[in-house]
Every structure is written in structure tokens, then in C-alpha cells.
């Protein structure tokens, strides 16, 4: 799967830099593999091969053996190179182009490429001098000793979560930054993504993929509240604490803020649906809660993440000030990626989550600018980063016991089978992502629900019972290989909500 055209045309248009380089083929890759190697001694980079040196898209023709070149390229890379390889095909001569990335904030530095050490002054590689050698040797051993890589002691693999991992292992092969062949063992997954080493499990596998935290993991865990007015000693509406692994976090987060944040109409101009938004964009929100659980320092059993509406804002903080060479002010401009959690932070890049470039910020301040949304602000406060979304959230009224969402389905599809499902956003998200036929656990993840039995309770026999979702494997309901998939009449459904 290779990167739009147009986007490729932008990186060539900004010609070469310290982490951006052009080769015109394959038959500079000896050079690449220099360049690649002082990318990744430095602050990472692309590679565009394909490309001459003014940043015209030419392209080359890409076979089986020009692939087999490259991979024996990378093969000549000590310690071996997280080096992510796309090739975009050329739409007006059907020729490629290939793209070599090199994440920043690798742990492997210093990286040798045919037995030598390269580094990057600006547009330049040259060879790297032996004291910078042996500082970067020196920083590579201690980084072996980061909180994430330590052992988690007493955590085996019965105490993580198994569908978690193989939801890693699916998404990463579809994003292709894991080999399709990679073994469906547990430990095999966790050995490739750096999360086990010599049979012992880390600290980031417990943190992402944990089932059981305490007594001994009490900071693995995220705070949401609701308050009335604009203080913290306001009344709350809402609270809740969990202590979840960091997948499990995102969605839960956001689940919060999907039931919390008010829903305004609006419509598209040339679109005859409407467009439910909420008074901050989702996209934005997510990107923040990502980086609260990829950044922050959990080496202090006291931190957390923290999730609080107020009546004018959103704040999202997570424990642990920023690392040297990162301040507030840099957030809201380019910077670099500087990572202190690289394995779990790599692991949710592989998933297709987040990219490795240090433009999230970035791009959470370009979604809110789109929908004429406030820019959030950036601080430090207490040892925490805190990101402020300032919006009108407005007054929250008293529940009233018979709008509760949730109540009918739970409890009529017991009473009275047959009766029609109450049509929440939850039906909805099942509906529309069962238009092709997906598991249980897909079905879930669409709704953001993390407690299994209350998922499958609560919306999956109800809308079975109703004939909205029926099974491909009707006759084995147990099967492994089952999958659900939507009716005429649970599409007839979803089509009369979303273009009302």
C-alpha cells in the first residue's frame, strides 16, 4: 500500500533536507543504504527512490527483484533496520516510486550500514567520527534500561489480552508494517514487536496489552469526569476511573466523550446528509488521548491520564513533563518526534494509528481550524502535560431516569425478544460496520465498549433477536470462524437514521 501521489509531490516539492533524500534508482541503493543508516543515527527521514535530484516524480519499474534488492540492502544494516518500505505506482505512466522511512527516535542508534557508522549534516551523509560513535553506544545502553523495556515481573501470557494482540497483528499486516507471515502464536507476535525478550515479557506489554494491574501497576490508569460550571469544585455529573491497558484506553476515553459532548447539527454544503459533530473534533480529541498514552512517563506509580469537561473546555492530562529538546510553545509548530516510550509508541504505529513524524499536534491544530474550532493550548502543570480545548460544552441538566440510552436494549430483548432495538449511535456504528461481515470483536471495537459480556448483551442478541444482524454461520454459533453481517432491514435502518 503505497502513499497518494499528491502527498509524495508535496515531499518532493520541498526538495532534499537532513531528512528527506532523492535517488533516481535502484542502482544508487548503496548510497541509500549509507543515507538510510545516518537517518537513522539521526532525527529519521524518507528516502525517495524514483525521483531526480530536483524533485521530478519519474519513477522506475519495481519486480519481485528490485523488492529482493532492497530487502538484501537493508539485510546489510547492524542492528537490524526499522526501515517501512511503500511503493506508489505513477497513475499517468504506471511506473513507482519507492519510499523508505526511517522512524524517528529509534533506540537502536548507532545503526552501521556495511560494517561502517553514517551521519547527516544537513543534505550531506557522511562518515560518522569514532567519539560520536561511542556516545551513541553508550546512549544505546541506556536506553536498554528505559522503564517500558524492564521485565514485568509476575506477568505472564494468560495476563494479557489475547484478542488485543491479534487485533495488532491483523491491523499491522494490513498497514504492512508487519509480515503477513507472522506467526498467530501470542508470544511469537509480541517477540516481533520487541514487547518480549528471552521469553520475559516487558513493561510496555503490560502497559498496552495488561488485563490484571493491581496491586503493582496502580499509574496504568485513566481518570473522566463531568463537572458543572467551569471549576473543579463544581458539582460532578460524571466520574469514573478505570485501570486499563493503553488500547482499551483510547477507546474508553473516547467512548466518554462521545456520550458527554453535546451533538450539533450540520450540514455539508452538495451533501443531502446531515453531519453530527461534536463542539471539538473527534479527529483532534483522539489524537491528544493517543499521545497522553504513548508519551507520558509511567515510571511513577502515583501518574495517570486524566480526562475532565467543563462547561467552556476539554482538558486531557497525562503524567510526565516533556522530554529535553520539546517545550509547549514547540507542540503548536514542527518539531521533531522525540520519543520516550518507543516500543509502545512503534506499536501503535504499526496498527496504523499514529505516524512517527511528530505531527500530530500539528494536526490536531489543523482539525479544529477546519471546523472554526479554538486551537487547543498547550502546558505544563504539576509534573503533567495538559491540553485545554476551550469550547462551549454548556450546562449539563439533571438525568432524567427514562433517557437513559442504554436501558431498553439491555433489558427488552430478555422480556420480549422480538420488540425493536432502540436505535443508539452504538446500533448504528454496529450496523454500519457489519456492511461487510466481521467478528464479535470488531463489531465491539466499533463501539468503543471494552466489557465483552455487556456488549454482547446489550446490542449483539438484541439486534440478532430483531433480524438487523444475522450470522454467516447460522448453524454454528460457536464457531471461530463466525461473522455477522447486516440485513436488508438492519440496512434499511441505518439508511433512514443517517439521512434524517
Known sequence: MGIAVAELQGIAAGGESKTVEFKNSTAQLPRAGETLCGMLNGEGGIILIGVSPTGELRGQDVSDSTQQEVARMLDRFQPTAPVEMQISVLPDCGRSIILLEVPNGSDGAPYTYDGRAWQRIGTTTLRMPQDEYERLLMQRQHARRRWENQPAVGVTLNDL?????????????????????????????????????????????????????????PQVRVKMGRFRGTKITGDILDNKQEFLHAFAVVREAMAFLDRTLPLSGHFVTGRIQREDRLPVPAD????????????????????????????????????????????????????????RNPLIAQTFHRTGAVETWGRGTNRVIEACKE???????????????VVTFRARIGPTPQATPQATPQATPQATPQATPQVTPQVTPQVLAILAAAGTPQTGMDLQAATGLTDRAHFRKAYLKPLLAAGWLEMTLPDKPQSPRQRYRTTEQGLTVLAEETTE
Open 284 to 339: 483532534a480529541l483522539r489524537e491528544v488521548i493517543l499521545n497522553a498514552v504513548m508519551h507520558r512517563d509511567y515510571s511513577n506509580p502515583g501518574g495517570d491520564i486524566s480526562i475532565a469537561v467543563f462547561d467552556d473546555r476539554i482538558e486531557i492530562s497525562s503524567y510526565g513533563n516533556l522530554l529535553p529538546g520539546l517545550t509547549p510553545e514547540l507542540l503548536s509548530g514542527p518539531h521533531k518526534s522525540i520519543l
Open 161 to 217: 489480552d489475547h484478542e488485543e494482540i491479534f487485533r495488532t497483528r491483523q491491523d499491522a499486516i494490513r498497514f504492512r508494517r508487519i509480515s503477513a507471515g507472522t506467526s498467530q502464536d501470542v508470544g511469537d507476535i509480541l517477540d516481533r514487536l520487541g514487547l518480549r525478550h528471552d521469553g520475559e515479557l516487558t513493561q510496555a506489554a503490560q502497559v498496552l496489552y495488561g488485563l490484571r494491574f493491581l496491586p503493582d501497576y
Open 371 to 385: 471546523q472554526a474550532v479554538q486551537p487547543p493550548v498547550f502546558e505544563l502543570q504539576s509534573n503533567c502535560v
